[in-house]
T-cell receptor, first 118, second 114 residues
Framework: AQTVTQSQPEMSVQEAETVTLSCTYD???????LFWYKQPPSRQMILVIR??????QNATENRFSVNFQKAAKSFSLKISDSQLGDTAMYFC???????????????FGKGITLSVRP | NAGVTQTPKFQVLKTGQSMTLQCAQD?????MYWYRQDPGMGLRLIYY???????DKGEVPNGYNVSRLNKREFSLRLESAAPSQTSVYFC?????????????FGSGTRLTVV
């Protein structure tokens, strides 16, 4: 079974600065996907970024980028130029794709609460 | 497109009461899921349905039942609610093929059992 660990329960960052959220995972699989989800106070789960394990290049989406270290089983999220709207809970998640494409369950970490200070 | 629609958004139950959480998706996804979110625990899988007509237990299935009514709808039933089932419940659906994959969440149901 896969496990996802987010060891920092809370973080705070000044507006316009950069912050890195940590995530480690444990799996014996070689092919898998990793995700960061954002959950603002509205409760909606919003996909921030995703990474396929077979890709060596780190994924980037505007101000969001990841540092994917497959050997170390580490998947950190870097938020550049932090904005007040980035205040939210962030979840790291793991998915092992199946051969049929169905039944692609997500395994989540416990989440980290990020506060962006004005 | 509506995506994944959950009803109700809020519910208060008394211990021992029953209720069904409804979920429907309009994206023609094969797989659907029910998760619960508790403080400090992240989201945990309750039940899932890989395809129409099949359902399987997830990590925390005790106290719940599910029905995959058709490809669009996947309901979660609490037969006898307990305070430990106070949580936020999320329904989700997914697709995955050689070219792409996607996972869509509903907006959640906040359930309080008193």
């Amino acid at each position: 079974a896969q496990t996802v660990t987010q060891s920092q329960p809370e973080m705070s960052v000044q507006e316009a600065e950069t912050v890195t959220l940590s995530c480690t995972y444990d799996t014996s699989e070689n092919n898998y996907y990793l995700f960061w989800y954002k959950q603002p106070p509205s409760r909606q789960m919003i996909l921030v970024i995703r990474q396929e394990a077979y890709k060596q290049q780190n994924a980037t989406e505007n101000r969001f980028s990841v540092n994917f270290q497959k050997a170390a089983k580490s998947f950190s999220l870097k938020i550049s130029d932090s904005q007040l709207g980035d205040t939210a809970m962030y979840f790291c998640a793991f998915m092992k794709p199946t051969n049929t494409g169905a039944n692609s369950k997500l395994t989540f970490g416990k989440g980290i609460t990020l506060s962006v200070r004005p | 497109n509506a995506g994944v629609t959950q009803t109700p958004k809020f519910q208060v139950l008394k211990t021992g009461q029953s209720m069904t959480l409804q979920c429907a998706q309009d994206m023609n996804h094969n797989s659907m899921y029910w998760y619960r979110q508790d403080p400090g625990m992240g989201l945990r899988l309750i039940y899932y349905s890989a395809s129409e007509g099949t359902t399987d237990k997830g990590e925390v299935p005790n106290g719940y039942n599910v029905s995959r009514l058709n490809k669009r709808e996947f309901s979660l039933r609490l037969e006898s609610a307990a305070p430990s089932q106070t949580s936020v419940y999320f329904c989700a659906s997914s697709f995955h093929n050689r070219e792409s994959y996607g996972y869509t969440f509903g907006s959640g149901t906040r359930l309080t059992v008193v």
